[in-house]
């Protein structure tokens, strides 16, 4: 018998698995059938609430005030917004949308008069998609229908928030919304279509309605991208044979499974432990004619340092290297981590020692990952060795690592070995005019260094609004600490 590539990868993880999985046969359940909606789990209540969250406590009096009228829907509302606030921030119209949403208030006349009273506002693609919810817990399809046809006019996408009402209807309930939604979307058409369709299978597959997203697929067209969705949801579940049901489902309709496909399966079979089939699964995989990805390698590699066969995910590794396919920054991290949590300090150190010639844009990422683990640990002076390490390279350390390193460093009276480092990295520091324009990097380490300023927050709050002011004070305070 022929002895493939995948055959010598998967007869070579089984041998290294201890234990086998366990056969019990797992129940099917047909793809379509029945409309049923289980009992919300922890997750999906979790889920609902990232979609649906308010905000109310954390608004300001005047911003309280204004929420207030607008629920009332008096008349005279606009001129009294005009009058009270006469321009409103991003944020702001952002906290007034999702508190209206949170009472089922109508926004819709409180975003024109946003849009009226300033003709340079454009609107982010939260608010955007905040209105399109608004609409939906109020029934408006109408209106939802020529708001869609405006944005995808400007090619504009729609996202999960905007059908976070759906997360409010359970059991048969749920079909007419989404039977009216997927109607909406044929009709509007462009790029909210089709960014509709993915984030209304993606919504439909978090809340476990499995029958309607494919309901949706129907009404719409099948794409192999739609069926991905599909299959990372029953995996997540751990609904393997479901998952294995939807690929042939693919294929009877002409959706032609790719890679990513299989990567679910694959990934999710490694994470629950069920290493032969993984296996099998991939055997199949080189059977069909598939070849691996930049992620197939990964999702093995990680599975053999989480299961501490770094050998064998090293062989992986120099494969994928040998074939120019560059690791992902989560798979050097996973070797870093691997190799730390084994005790194997020394080899966690060669391995990044090594990598920095073989791939130079992870450098920097993977020295101040190993920094920050022998942080955590309380091995310090050894963490500032590596940052000393890197920096006479010319690798310039994570800056957050490199703040918390001085000052743990301070704290033992190894002010000699932090000065070394503070002169190295001296010469990283861009001009203070260059720092001005970049000011993030700053306030990271005003929130690393834990600085206590009577005016810290305030500061920090300034730059983001580009209070050039409030920026140069910023840089001559952490240029006060670093030099």
């Excluded at 890679?259 to 399966?265: F, I, P, Q, V």
């Excluded at 300090?345 to 073989?358: C, Q, R, T």
Aim: proline letters at 4%; hydrophobic letters at 40%; one cysteine or more.
């Amino acid at each position: 018998m022929r002895t493939t590539k995948y055959a010598l990868i998967s007869s070579k993880i089984k041998s290294l698995s201890k234990r086998r999985p366990s056969q019990a046969s797992i129940p099917s359940s047909p793809l379509r059938g029945p409309i049923s909606t289980p009992s919300p789990s922890p997750n999906l209540r979790i889920f609902a609430r990232s979609l649906t969250s308010s905000r109310l406590w954390v608004l300001s009096d005047e911003l309280k005030e204004i929420v207030g009228l607008i629920r009332r829907n008096e008349g005279g509302m606009e001129s009294y917004l005009s009058a009270k606030s006469p321009k409103l921030s991003h944020s702001a119209v952002t906290e007034i949308l999702r508190s209206l949403n949170s009472s089922n208030a109508s926004a819709l006349r409180f975003f024109n008069w946003v849009l009226s009273s300033s003709p340079g506002f454009k609107p982010n693609p939260e608010s955007y998609n905040l209105v399109i919810d608004n609409l939906g817990r109020l029934q408006d399809f109408g209106t939802m229908i020529l708001l869609l046809k405006q944005l995808s006019l400007q090619k504009h996408c729609v996202t999960e928030k905007a059908f976070a009402f759906l997360t409010f209807f359970s059991g048969s309930s749920l079909e007419e919304p989404v039977r009216r939604v997927t109607e909406v979307l044929n009709e509007v058409g462009g790029s909210c279509r089709g960014s509709g369709i993915f984030s209304l299978i993606k919504v439909l597959c978090r809340l476990n309605s499995f029958d309607l997203a494919v309901f949706v697929m129907e009404e719409t067209g099948r794409r192999t991208s739609y069926y991905n969705v599909l299959i990372a949801a029953k995996c997540r579940n751990g609904d393997f044979h479901d998952a294995r049901n939807v690929l042939d489902e693919m294929r009877r309709f002409g959706c032609d499974p790719n890679m990513n496909s299989y990567n679910y399966l694959l990934g999710s079979l490694f994470k629950h432990k069920r290493v032969v089939e993984a296996c099998d699964l991939m055997e199949a995989m080189e059977g069909m004619g598939y070849c691996p990805n930049s992620l197939t390698f990964e999702i093995v590699a990680i599975h053999a340092c989480r299961t501490n066969k770094m050998d064998f995910g090293m062989e992986f590794l120099n494969r994928m290297l040998s074939e120019g396919i560059r690791p992902r920054l989560t798979m050097h991290a996973a070797f870093v981590k691997g190799y730390f949590s084994a005790g194997r300090v020394d080899d966690a150190y060669k391995y990044v020692n090594e990598m920095s010639a073989k791939d130079k844009c992870s450098a920097n990422v993977n020295y101040s990952l190993l920094a920050r683990l022998l942080l955590a640990s309380g091995r310090v002076v050894e963490a500032g060795g590596i940052l000393h390490g890197m920096m006479e390279k010319g690798l310039k350390p994570n800056f957050p690592v490199y703040v918390k390193v001085m000052k743990d460093l301070h704290k033992m009276s190894r002010g000699d070995l932090s000065s070394q480092l503070k002169y190295m990295f001296s010469k990283f520091i861009p001009s203070k005019e260059a720092s001005i324009l970049n000011c993030s990097h700053f306030t990271e380490g005003l929130k690393a260094i834990d600085l206590e300023l009577e005016e810290g927050d305030h500061l920090i709050r300034s730059c983001k609004k580009n209070d050039v002011f409030a920026q140069e004070k910023l840089v001559d305070t952490i240029y006060s600490l670093l030099l």
